[in-house]
């Protein structure tokens, strides 16, 4: 098949990553690189780097309080990431 104007590498990657079903998995990334931006750098040092699988966000904590106190601010942190992502991306999240 003979292409007959060019297409930039941007289109080119974004068309194969929408027809190999890939967008979920890259929001969850996004919403991975955003966990120290929204926690703020020292806090999220606290904690281990957030796994993202099917919409839950796992994270370590290593501490019982702050473990309890980002359980009571669970739902304004999902709506936070998920906002700043433009879409419902985080459904869940678990502190351990």
Do not use: H
């Not at 098949?1 to 990657?13: A, C, F, N, Q, Y």
């Amino acid at each position: 098949m003979k292409r007959t104007e060019p297409e930039s590498i941007g289109d080119v990657l974004r068309l194969t990553i929408q027809e190999s079903n890939m967008t979920g998995r890259l929001d969850e990334c996004k919403a991975i690189d955003l966990w120290p931006q929204l926690m703020g750098e020292n806090m999220a040092r606290r904690m281990s780097r957030p796994r993202v699988s099917c919409g839950v966000m796992v994270v370590y904590v290593d501490s019982a309080v702050l473990r309890q106190e980002l359980n009571m601010r669970r739902s304004g942190i999902i709506e936070a990431i998920n906002s700043r992502l433009g879409k419902e991306v985080i459904k869940m999240i678990r502190f351990k």
